[in-house]
């Protein structure tokens, strides 16, 4: 029997398509015309392909239609196949959520989050949403700020034995430490015995 995840080229490539570059109406007009089943995997599918858009406020209408015909915004691959996977072009095996992380869809990340997305999620390295911005190359301490008072573990430590404030340091990416550092919610002096990192952490953190 097919996965209902493995999506044949028929059906995906025109949708990828039409994720990508279509109208809103376009889009609906496309769902309605699906089965209960195919509007769960379609739509699930299709909130990764929007976040590509160029236009970031062109593809919030989309994302809520996609929604509204049931797309899973706590989808990830190892929920259905039981396996896990983790490549750099492979962003169907983490939520849509860490994708609009990874995109700096800002707006995107509030609206999955608006509409029950899960931030404390937490993938087979150890990290959640808080890391996962965190550590993003394009990481943006406007995410960071979204995400903290939502993370129920915000000194979580992944299989590396980083921390989101170690990941802060290590990348860097000083304006996320800086606000990292600032909250009592962080601990900025236990967490490695590397000496030179602990004392850049209480450092950042006596700066601010």
Not at 48 to 57: A, S
Not at 155 to 169: G, I, M, P, Y
Request: glycine share 2%; hydrophobic share 35%.
């Amino acid at each position: 029997m097919r996965s209902p995840w493995i999506v044949s080229s028929d059906i995906s490539i025109p949708f990828s398509t039409l994720c990508r570059q279509g109208s809103q109406e376009q889009i609906k007009q496309h769902i309605s015309k699906l089965s209960e089943a195919e509007k769960l995997r379609q739509s699930t599918v299709g909130l990764y392909e929007v976040l590509e858009r160029k236009d970031q406020k062109q593809s919030l209408p989309i994302l809520q239609a996609l929604y509204e015909a049931k797309a899973n915004v706590n989808y990830c691959q190892k929920q259905f196949t039981g396996s896990f996977s983790w490549r750099s072009n492979d962003t169907m095996c983490c939520p849509p959520l860490w994708k609009a992380i990874s995109c700096s869809h800002i707006p995107a990340a509030k609206a999955f989050l608006n509409v029950k997305a899960d931030p404390n999620f937490i993938d087979y390295l150890g990290r959640n949403a808080l890391k996962h911005a965190v550590g993003q190359q394009r990481g943006k301490v406007e995410i960071v700020k979204l995400l903290l008072p939502l993370t129920e573990q915000v000194n979580l430590t992944d299989k590396a034995k980083n921390t989101a404030f170690l990941l802060s340091l290590i990348h860097p990416s000083h304006q996320i430490a800086h606000y990292l550092a600032q909250s009592d919610q962080v601990k900025v002096d236990d967490f490695t015995p590397d000496t030179n990192v602990r004392r850049h952490a209480i450092e950042c953190s006596a700066e601010f």
